[in-house]
């Protein structure tokens, strides 16, 4: 009680004195920020759109509302595959983006987004967050002026629509095929011409015949453009993307200013934004390709002798690569030495047990 009266008594002669009461220290060293959000995705393709749009939310709700982040669709503000660059230069403060877009710069990006017959979702977020993935990765986008974050999954990608079957590696021979660059390293040496085409000019590409197939996402977002219409055969894995980790990336200069508790909020922003991601694709896969299948689609799985020469093909591009550049070698070493570790613990358990459930649950 009397400890009670003492602050009153001293809150009233404070006012009294004319002196002003000091904010708690937290409001204090929580200043108002304003940064953009530059994404490579299309505000259509919702559910990795939206890993970026999460982030912003997530880390204003943290803030009360002091750190604000705008979200942009790509090409809004900069080109959907000049993200990297932007938040290197400055342009923007952060981006949602894959790094795989960027091969032509660094191979070496493509780790930390997706890379041939590599780890799924699972494994990938293991590997990141407690295998010293992330350590790594950091090295390297040190070097672009880039703090990076996984920041959503996709899951295991579908490996595409074809207008015709493909029914053998000589199937493969000139077949024009829109797919990411990595991918298209590694079937160039099969025959297959890489396209590299925006997600809109999909479509229409198919329908004129210009492209013979072409990849995208999965079942949720392939749906949204059609591809069924004019490409019937829809084949899987896609064995490129044993799931896509798309991340945010902040300019290390716009980073290494902020408060530590709002680098702390990114942080947990971008762990809140990659498990809405996985639980949307997990939940709306299914149901869209029960759609696409009762409208015409024609569900294949590629030969065993097609991913067998993609696998040989993909083993000698990373020889090739590791013997080029030992950079993109350390990070090669460190992903596959896990990825080779994690496999035969997956496939005692959570393989095992989806084999079984698959024939079981009917």
């Known amino acids: 009680m009397q400890r009670r009266s003492f602050l009153k008594k001293a809150a009233l002669g404070a006012a009294a004195g004319g002196a002003t009461l000091a904010a708690p220290a937290f409001a204090q060293e929580s200043p108002a920020i304003s940064w953009r959000l ?21 880390v204003s709700e943290a803030t009360g509302g002091k750190f604000q982040i705008r979200a942009f669709p790509g090409g809004e503000i900069l080109p959907a595959l000049g993200v990297l660059d932007g938040v290197q230069n400055g342009t923007v403060e952060c981006g949602h983006t894959a790094s795989y877009y960027y091969f032509g710069k660094d191979p070496a990006l493509c780790f930390d987004g997706a890379v041939p017959f590599g780890l799924n979702t699972r494994q990938y ?17 040190a070097k672009y002026n880039i703090v990076n974050f996984p920041c959503g999954y996709t899951g295991t990608q579908m490996g595409g629509w074809f207008r015709k079957e493909v029914k053998s590696v000589e199937d493969l ?16 040496k099969l025959g297959v011409v890489p396209q590299q085409i925006a997600g809109g000019d999909i479509y229409p590409s198919l329908e004129k015949g210009t492209i013979d197939a072409a990849e995208w996402i999965g079942p949720y977002d392939d749906e949204k453009l059609g591809f069924h219409r004019v490409a019937p055969y829809y084949y899987f894995p896609g064995w490129w993307e044993g799931t896509l980790q798309v ?42 390709l029960k759609r696409l299948i009762a409208e015409g689609a024609k569900l294949r799985a590629f030969p065993k002798p097609v991913m067998d020469a993609c696998y040989k093909a993909a083993q000698e591009t990373y020889a ?6 030992a950079g993109f070698k350390k990070i090669h ?13 997956f496939r005692i358990a959570e393989g095992s047990f989806d ?7 009917k």
């Open 38 to 58: 530059a994404s490579s995705f299309p505000r259509s393709a919702d559910a990795i759109y939206s890993g970026g749009e999460n982030v912003a939310k997530y």
């Open 173 to 188: 021979k000139g077949l024009k095929f829109r797919t990411a660059a990595f991918a298209g390293a590694v079937l160039m």
């Open 333 to 345: 070493d460190a992903y596959m030495g896990f990825r080779d570790h994690e496999i035969p613990w």
């Open 320 to 325: 090739e690569l590791s013997a080029k550049d």
């Open 355 to 361: 084999q079984y459930m698959a024939t079981a649950a």
């Open 247 to 288: 991340s945010l990336y902040v300019n290390k200069d716009k980073y290494e200013a902020l408060p530590k508790h709002y680098q702390a909020v990114l942080d947990q922003a971008s762990a809140l934004a990659t498990n809405t991601m996985i639980a949307t694709y997990d939940a709306e896969n299914p149901n869209a």
């Open 125 to 141: 977020n293991a590997w990141v967050r407690h295998a010293g993935g992330l350590q790594v990765l950091r090295e390297l986008f």
